[in-house]
């Protein structure tokens, strides 16, 4: 007990006496914050448990997801397959299992692919303004003139169908938004006094906005990419039904929705358990994100 | 030291137009204390962003030394001159440390003995070590402006602007401000250029005065014409009775400039 | 002081807010009463003045913890009203003009419109009437051209305006006390003053009660006719404006003495000297009554 206390009040000292130390308090009282949110935990655990069974998901499997066994095809729910069998015997809880790495695998080249794009052409835009601001906002807004899922469509439709133009059509399709916010919040940065007096010190553009200006771009651009998460994650599956994501027999949790649509009426479980899957991490992001917008974002912030 | 001849300023253009500064000169001396007076819209501070070099729409002269400044200022100029803003709360970047906003001066400059530098700097300012690695939010505004004033003062400049330096503080902050500030210019023999719409705070800190309205001079006195009310033009001294506080019967005199 | 006796009587008032840290008490112990009068709070920032005056009209966030001894407004015990019963009192009887008029009214109506609205919420009365109520009340803070002036956006007025309209929505309810929270601190020496003119005009001719929130020591004390110095949530003391200068508590004399003066000599300010035992001192015994 006591040497809980004694770390806590090194985290929480006012006069901290390394810079790790001082970063080590202000983790702390956000995480402190966080996890007075119920939902937002709740939803990290889902996520951390989508990681989990990604990593694990060998061990966790019962069986091959790509083996078919037609003697045992369309089988209900059952001991020996949890959620049944598709309609050529493949273990749904094991495609299941497996796909939570292709889920992973989008979300997170999606997030890392847009996400700077977003936030490098967001920030320059904003900073610079005038001619540059013009330009690239004007690309932005192309981008942004489209539907997404149907831009997507187009991309993959000329860069040929598979999970791994997907995430590229995809990730072109997300990074419009995030430079709208980046910009945004680069212009009520741009003209603060802690800007000017940086500028005064003789500070370069580069210097200014890598150094002073994403910084505080990026916790808005956390919020709002773990929102979309769930909007990816949907995209993804949209494709993955229409067949022009993962191809089969990849264990694609939107594929798996799309071939277990014939089966609807009679065996059910073949689009309910993967689309509970989607459902269920969507909906744990996006309770992630609404927790992360509490303890990040700085027009909540007192 | 610092020369600023026939300034202009304009802002926008067409209908949005502003003339915000019209024609102000004035000359400050080595180790002097100068100080612009004004209410607001007067463009006090537009004449320091001029001289600071983060307004670029200027005309006429400002000269350093006799060196003629253009729009662009070199990296060397910001050596020579360093700036105090208004908000304590608005001029400390919220995510870095003390330590990081002080370092990051001295690294710009390639000036070296960062650690040095900057627990010096903050003895001088009157902050002990225990300030060194704390965030903005931990500080209140004094030692704020404290920090401020140290990140001015790392790259020992020789011109130093303020701009309504302690009218976000309390009156006691003020004051401890003041007397820094007082004494760092004394110590480091510096030429400072105060902004400010209180006459008292003026007259205490500067020996030279100029008063602005709606961006023209209106005139330039002396701290000591200031005190013994050797002033020519109204505005002035409206300005000054007014600073004495509430008078029923003088603010029925008041006129609008 | 009035003999129609105390319009405002507070006794006791503690506020407190929740933190990290455990609760922080933002008043503390704090009484007084108001006559028919101009009262002035006093204090730095974080001495709890803006949140005594909030605390009146119950006006803080639902998470702050209020308790008192007694609000008592014309004989009326606030602390008993519902919040149904406070909207009431609020505007109505009661006002409250804040620092920054520019966020304190609706940016795509008239401020004309706004006014006559404070007003036809309290009263039923025609909109004709009500129109010529309102460029009356117009007229009443000064503003020269009070048709014009109606038909103005916020956006469309300078501060000093912007703080003469929003006191002229205040008082078209014409209510008994008002107050006001740093009123004039965002505005110019010389406009400050015509809108404080306004303000002890009304108050003299209305008889209406004034509360001036303000950090500003000689202003007060030139302005109202007490003042309650506060620091750290307690009241200092409460001095006759007139007797300021002679007051001998030390947090008094400390603000004082830490002022610049055109007159003064350009030596070292003195600064305040602040002392722990300031918040030990019982001082609510004494400031109510005088």
Request: aromatic share 6%.
């Amino acid at each position: 007990m006591s040497s809980t206390r004694r770390w806590q009040h090194w985290l929480l000292s006012d006069s901290p006496a390394s810079p790790f130390q001082a970063a080590a308090g202000r983790t702390y009282l956000g995480l402190a914050e966080f996890l007075k949110n119920r939902l937002a935990v709740f939803g990290l655990l889902i996520i951390a448990a989508l990681i989990l069974i990604a990593f694990f998901a060998p061990y966790i499997a019962p069986c091959d997801p790509l083996v078919t066994n037609l003697v045992n095809r369309l089988q209900p729910l059952s001991a020996a397959h949890y959620f049944g069998t598709d309609e050529v015997g493949r273990d749904i809880f094991s495609r299941i299992v497996w796909g939570s790495r292709l889920t992973l695998y989008v979300i997170g080249l999606v997030a890392i692919i847009a996400a700077p794009v977003g936030i490098i052409i967001g920030t320059v835009s904003g900073y610079f303004g005038g001619l540059i601001d013009t330009i690239l906002m004007r690309i932005t807004d192309i981008f942004l003139a489209f539907p997404k899922l149907i831009l997507a469509l187009a991309f993959v439709a000329a860069l040929g169908p598979g999970i791994e133009n997907a995430v590229i059509a995809i990730a072109i399709t997300s990074w419009p938004p995030y430079a709208r916010i980046a910009r945004g919040e680069t212009i009520t940065i741009r003209n603060g006094d802690f800007i000017k007096a940086i500028r005064l010190q003789g500070a370069g553009p580069i210097r200014i906005i890598t150094g002073h200006i994403m910084p505080l771009c990026i916790s808005s651009l956390i919020v709002r990419i773990t929102l979309d998460m769930a909007g990816i994650i949907l995209t993804a599956a949209g494709l993955g039904f229409l067949g022009l994501g993962a191809q089969p027999p990849s264990p694609e949790w939107g594929a798996m929705t799309s071939t277990g649509r014939a089966y609807i009426i009679d065996h059910w479980w073949l689009i309910t358990m993967p689309g509970t899957a989607i459902f269920v991490v969507s909906l744990a992001f996006n309770l992630l994100g609404d927790g992360l917008r509490e303890v990040l974002d700085p027009k909540s912030d007192n | 030291m610092l020369q600023v001849d026939n300034l202009h300023v304009i802002f926008g253009h067409g209908l949005d137009l502003n003339h915000a500064v019209k024609n102000v000169s004035f000359t400050v001396g080595q180790g002097e204390s100068f100080g612009l007076v004004g209410e607001s819209g007067s463009g006090k501070s537009t004449v320091l962003n001029c001289i600071a070099g983060l307004i670029n729409t200027w005309q006429g002269e400002i000269e350093i030394d006799g060196e003629r400044l253009s729009h662009r200022r070199p990296k060397s100029f910001y050596r020579k001159v360093q700036m105090v803003f208004q908000d304590p709360y608005g001029s400390l970047h919220p995510r870095h440390t003390v330590d990081r906003t002080l370092k990051e001066s001295v690294n710009i400059h390639h000036l070296g003995d960062a650690n040095l530098r900057v627990v010096k700097v903050l003895g001088e300012v009157g902050l002990g070590p225990q300030f060194r690695f704390r965030y903005p939010h931990q500080l209140s505004g004094g030692q704020r402006q404290r920090v401020a004033i140290a990140r001015a003062l790392i790259l020992e400049p020789e011109i130093l602007l303020l701009d309504e330096p302690t009218s976000a503080l309390d009156v006691s902050i003020q004051a401890e401000i003041l007397n820094l500030l007082q004494d760092i210019s004394k110590k480091r023999n510096l030429t400072s250029i105060l902004v400010s719409h209180d006459l008292a705070v003026v007259s205490h800190m500067c020996d030279n005065i100029l008063v602005m309205s709606q961006g023209a001079t209106v005139e330039a006195l002396s701290c000591d014409q200031l005190r013994s009310g050797d002033i020519k033009q109204r505005y002035t001294r409206q300005l000054l009775v007014a600073s004495k506080g509430y008078d029923r019967a003088a603010i029925d005199q008041f006129q609008d400039y | 002081m009035n003999d129609s006796g105390h319009l405002l009587d507070v006794k006791d008032l503690t506020v407190s807010f929740p933190s990290p840290r455990g609760e922080v008490c933002a008043v503390k112990n704090v009484s007084f009463s108001l006559g028919h009068e101009k009262i002035g709070i006093v204090g730095e920032s974080g001495s709890g003045k803006s949140v005594t005056g909030r605390a009146i009209l119950r006006l803080l966030p639902p998470y702050a913890h209020i308790h008192a001894t007694a609000i008592t407004f014309q004989e009326k015990d606030l602390l008993s009203f519902s919040e149904q019963e406070m909207r009431r009192i609020r505007g109505r009887q009661i006002s409250m003009v804040m620092q920054d008029p520019k966020y304190s009214l609706n940016p795509v109506r008239t401020v004309g419109e706004q006014i006559r609205e404070a007003y036809t919420i309290h009263r039923k009365v025609p909109r004709r009437q009500a129109r010529q109520q309102t460029l009356e009340m117009l007229t009443a803070v000064r503003i020269r051209n009070p048709e014009q002036v109606y038909r103005l956006y916020p956006h469309e007025v300078s501060g000093g305006m912007g703080q003469r309209i929003m006191i002229a929505m205040m008082l078209i309810p014409e209510p008994s006390l008002l107050i006001a929270d740093e009123p004039t601190s965002a505005l110019d020496v010389t406009v400050q003053l015509q809108v404080l003119a306004i303000l002890d005009d009304l108050v003299t001719q209305r008889g209406m009660g004034l509360i001036f929130i303000s950090h500003d020591l000689e202003l007060v004390a030139s302005f109202c006719d007490r003042i309650i110095i506060m620091y750290g949530g307690r009241i200092m003391e409460v001095v006759d404006a007139a007797n300021l200068h002679q007051s001998t508590h030390p947090y008094t004399r400390g603000l004082l003495n830490c002022l610049p003066r055109i007159d003064g000599d350009k030596g070292k300010l003195s600064t305040l000297q602040r002392d722990a035992s300031w918040l030990d001192a019982d001082f609510s015994a004494t400031a109510g009554g005088k």
